[in-house]
Every structure is written in structure tokens, then in C-alpha cells.
């Protein structure tokens, strides 16, 4: 295995086994894992292939619900840096069903270096980490998906410069994204607004412990017109889980005023880029105009999770 000297000397060995929310680690680790992962964006887009810290490793993933970025992502992103990645759907695995989670993590680990896991519940997350002897990599819980929030600082780095001191808004449900993004914000210093219907906030605790850490100025609103003033991000998700429809046709109504449209984006500045963990209901959440508009820096966002997540499994592998 060759590898650039840059690449090499960026991450040393993790002390946490598993990837499973942002603020289980501290700024410095963050930001190396960041680092590393545009040096690794830089060697592949160059085209150059001989970089090969995974060969010889394999990697289960487990996707209990549909996925396409996310898996696409991982298998290509390991692929790419000499791995081997397992596919494991719902018609695989009966994780936490007809077989107990702590027996997958177990069995997986005697095959596999490396785990990634999409689950419904958290505590699916948790019990595969308890019970992996290998790295777990949470791909999305009902609580958070730091894989994506990573790939989307990777993102604002790339377009501004820098994430501390940037104004980052929410426009939609407190759902897991803005989860992660506060989580996010218990680490690195930045301005994070949520701005959500009433009775769509994010989890309290959540918010508290974001409030707490004291290092990033955070605000849970009901008014997205006043709180997408001066952003440097205007950042959207789905209202409902896709194929939802019962329940995507109740939010319409409830969100109907929070979706991101040209005069949204108006108010928020000429500086303001849109962000979207997509997939995006162009119409709904956001118009097509937003997604299509110069400053939307959706394709990007969504490229780089490839690149974050390899600089996540380098350094939980110490490779
Ligand atoms: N953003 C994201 O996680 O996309 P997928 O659901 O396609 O994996």
C-alpha cells in the first residue's frame, strides 16, 4: 500500500471504537477527520487509485430501512480505498426481530473489520456498538445521522472557508439532522437556528446539552422569515420520512410556511448557500428554483459523504 505523506501523517488511532454522534468527540478529532477527509477527496478526484488503507478488509452494512446516498456512498468510498463491503438489506438480517442485536454484532464481527448500520431506533445503534468487538458507524437513527453532518461541514468549509463563527438555518422538522447539527454545535463553535412549526422542535435534551456545552450561540424558533436573516447556510430536509404518505400529507399543511423558496432566500442574503440532506420533495420542501439556483451546494453535499465517511472509518480503523 502506498499512501501520499500527508495523508498518512494526518489521524492518529481513535481511542473511541465507534462513530455513533458527533459530540462523543472532541474538536480536534473532528476537525483531523475533516482534514483528512479533503486530502482523500483531492487524491481521488486527482484519479489516483494506489492509495489503499482497506485492502483486505471487509465491511458489513446493515440497512434496515431503504437507503440510496448512504450506501452507495460507503460501498463506493470503501471500494475505492481497497475494501470489500457486505451488503446486508432487510431481507438479510432480522437484527433486533427474529435475532437479537447483541448475536449480529458478534457474528458480524468475526467475519468483518468494520460495521455501518442504518436502524430505525437508537438504541439499535447502541446495543450493535456494545456488542461489536470492530468500529460501528451510525448511517441513521430515529435520534441523529453524524455521518451526514459531517459531509455537510466537509461541505461548508469547502464553500466558505470555515464552520466556526458561520450561521447555519434550519427550515422544517427538528428532526434528526438538526439533532446532529446540535450536536455539531456542542463541539465547534457556530451559530445553529432551528426554525420549525410549534410542536416540531427538537429534542429538549438535545438542545440543553447543546446550550450547555456554551460554545455555540443556538435558537429554536417558529419564525423562519426573521431567523434566515444574515445565514450563511439555509439548510431544508424532507417534512416526512419518503414514503410516508399518511403522514406526508398531514405536515403539508402544518409546514406549508416553512418551505424554502426564492424569497426565503431573498431575506436570507446574497451570501446565504442552500444545503439539503436530500432526497429533496422539489415543490414541498424546497422549489425547484432553490435546488437549481447557483448557491444550492447540493451535489456537493451529498459527494462529500463519501469522502467524510472514509476519513471517519480511517480513523476508527487507525489506518
Ligand atoms: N441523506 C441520506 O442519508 O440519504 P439516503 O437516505 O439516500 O441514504
Redesign the pocket.
Known sequence: TSSPSSVANVTAKSELKDFLHISDFDKATILKMLDRAAEIKALLKSGDRSFQPFKGKTMAMIFA???????V?FETGFFLLGGHAIYLGPNDIQMGKREETRDVARVLSRYNDIIMA?VFAHQDILDLAKYATVPVVN??TDYN?P??IMADVLTIIEHIGRIEGTKVVYVGDGNNIVHSWLLMAAVIPFHFVCACPKGFEPDKKTVEKAQQAGISKIEITNDPKEAVKGADVVYSDVWAS?GQKEEADSRRKIFRGFQVDENLMKIAGPKAYFMH???AERGVEVTDGVVEAPNSIVFPQ?EN?MHAQNAVMLHLLGV
Open positions: 430501512k431503504p437507503s440510496m446516498r448512504t450506501r456512498s442504518r448511517g441513521l445521522h455521518c451526514q419518503m440532506c436530500l432526497p451529498a459523504r
